[in-house]
C-alpha cells in the first residue's frame, strides 16, 4: 500500500493538490492481480487548512500584541493559553504557564487574586468583573479589573474558563484625585 501528497495537472491545464491511495489487489493464490489507485482532489481541503492558519494567525497578533492579561484556565486552574502580556507582568515566560496550575506557577503575590477567581468561577457563570489591586512588577501597587468567563462549545457544553485583567490604575488614580480635590473646595 502506499499513500502520498502530489501535485497533479488537470485536463484544462490547472495544477491542483491531490491525496493517493494505491493497494496492490491479489488473487485467491495470492498472486497480484493488479491495483487499486484512490485519488482525491484536496482543492478545498488545503483551502481550508490555509483559512485556518490565516485566522489563527490573525488571532495571536490580536492576543500577543494585546496590553491586557489575558489567561485561560480549565476547572482546576490549569493554564490552557496566556499571551505574552499576562506571562510577562508575572515575569514568567508563556511555556513556564502552559499546562500548570495557576496557583503552583504564580508567585505569591498574585495567589490571593488567583483563589478570589478560582472560588467565584463555576461553569454555569454569567461573566463577572472584579476589581483587584495586586502588586505590580515594581512592588508598586496597581488595579486591574479582571472580567472572566465560563466558555462553552457550540452544543453549550462548558470548555474552560477565560479571565482578561485590564490595567485600570490610572482610572482609580484620577477618581482618588478627583475626590481629595472635592474634599479640598468643601472645606
Known amino acids: 500500500a502506499h499513500k502520498g501528497k502530489y501535485l497533479a495537472r488537470t485536463t ?17 493464490d495470492g498472486t497480484r ?3 487499486i489507485a484512490i485519488i482525491r482532489d484536496m482543492s478545498e481541503w488545503e483551502h481550508t487548512i490555509q483559512s485556518l ?3 489563527e494567525a490573525q488571532y495571536r497578533a ?7 492579561l489575558i489567561v485561560r484556565f480549565t476547572q482546576d486552574g490549569t493554564v490552557t493559553f496566556c499571551n505574552q502580556s499576562y506571562a510577562s507582568y508575572y515575569g514568567l515566560k508563556v511555556r513556564e ?6 496557583l503552583d506557577a504564580l508567585p505569591n503575590q498574585a495567589k490571593p487574586t488567583i483563589q478570589m477567581i478560582l472560588n467565584y468561577v463555576s461553569p454555569n457563570m454569567e ?15 496597581r488595579w486591574y479589573r479582571w ?9 453549550g457544553q462548558f470548555l474552560e474558563y477565560q479571565s482578561i485583567g485590564e490595567d485600570i490604575t490610572n482610572q482609580k488614580l484620577a477618581q482618588k484625585a478627583e475626590l481629595e480635590s472635592e474634599n479640598r473646595l468643601r472645606e
Open 127 to 141: 461573566p463577572t468583573v472584579k476589581d483587584v489591586t495586586s502588586e505590580g512588577p515594581n512592588h508598586e501597587t
Open 147 to 155: 472580567k472572566t468567563i465560563a466558555i462553552k462549545d457550540n452544543d
Open 12 to 28: 484544462n491545464g490547472k495544477t491542483i493538490p491531490v491525496e493517493v491511495n494505491i493497494r496492490a489487489v491479489q488473487h485467491e
Open 53 to 55: 492558519k490565516t485566522r
Open 33 to 35: 492481480a493488479g491495483f
Open 62 to 68: 490580536i492576543v500577543e500584541d494585546n496590553p491586557e
Open 97 to 102: 504557564l502552559i499546562g500548570r496550575k495557576l
